[in-house]
């Protein structure tokens, strides 16, 4: 029986298919440009995406194990709803879903709630799951490097209570160990969560600290106007996004993305080594 992947192509979804493949998992990927897809040998690809029912049928077809991950987009919650029920007719149990940490706090923010009425949606129909619950991504910043190194400035407003900020990869191989701990079991196992995250809880300051030291010159932290900030969203994103992505740096500012006692050290314990850090992150991009 074959391993599932969706959003295969994108940030995680590709590493996703890699560390599968490199643990000698059957996989398939489903993806809507087969021509963007640049999967190792042996990947099973099939066209479609999350609301074109057939091509999931199609998709489904000996597929024991799902990885579930779309896009924030407006009908985010519809796709993964059609995507669980068409999997729960091919008869598919075991699932890894990702969704976001405190996906039951950021109550008002809409992709967040989308993501906790998919995680409730897999326990009220009885999947067996792991809903992984990632942190803000650290890669995420790529694609503000250009204003830190050319301003002096990070512009992200991350506040004052700190963000756990965790690498896309570490994401990725969470969810193929978990994906083959689930695939591989005799019985279906019971429902859990897991958060995952970085190393470091960072606030802005901090952040702004990290660029100083690796870029050794003053970077400083642009402060915390999420006003100014969808603004500026607004020139590369739709409206409706880069208010949902206000409303989430407001959540920032009142209650951050902190860890529970534990999460590090069993993430820690789960991949055999230690998380990858922002500072090393910033340290690649500046020696680039």
């Known amino acids: 029986m074959t391993i599932l992947v969706t959003g295969a192509t994108g940030n995680i979804g590709h590493h996703v298919v890699n560390q599968l493949v490199q643990r000698g998992a059957p996989v398939r990927a489903l993806v809507r440009n087969p021509a963007k897809a640049d999967f190792p040998a042996g990947v099973d690809v099939v066209q479609g995406d999350l609301l074109d029912v057939d091509a999931l049928r199609r998709a489904f077809d000996g597929v024991s194990t799902l990885f579930l991950l779309n896009a924030v987009v407006p009908d985010e919650f519809t796709q993964a709803l059609v995507t669980l029920n068409v999997a729960r007719e091919a008869g598919v149990q075991r699932v890894v879903y990702l969704s976001v940490i405190h996906s039951d706090l950021y109550v008002n923010v809409p992709h967040f709630a989308g993501k906790f009425g998919v995680e409730r949606m897999i326990e009220q129909m009885g999947f067996a799951a792991t809903i992984l619950r990632p942190a803000y991504f650290i890669d995420n910043d790529v694609t503000i490097k250009d204003v830190v190194l050319g301003y002096g400035v990070y512009p992200m407003p991350v ?130």
């Not at 050794?216 to 969808?230: L, W």
């Not at 880069?242 to 500012?253: C, G, Q, W």
């Open 159 to 288: 506040g004052a209570r700190g963000l756990a900020m965790v690498d896309a990869r570490d994401i990725a191989e969470v969810a193929a160990i978990e994906l083959i701990r689930r695939h591989d079991a005799a019985q279906p196992l019971p429902l859990e969560r897991i958060n995952v995250v970085g190393p470091d809880t960072l606030t802005g300051t901090d952040i702004a600290a990290i660029w100083s030291d690796v870029l050794q010159r003053p970077i400083a932290y642009g402060g915390d106007d999420t006003a100014a900030f969808e603004q500026n969203l607004r020139q590369f994103i739709p409206a409706w996004m880069a208010y949902d992505m206000r409303l989430m740096s407001e959540r920032f500012a009142t209650d951050g993305m902190v860890p529970e006692a534990g999460d590090v050290a069993r993430l820690t314990a789960l991949l055999g080594r230690p998380l990858r850090s922002y500072r090393a992150f910033a340290a690649a991009i500046a020696a680039a």
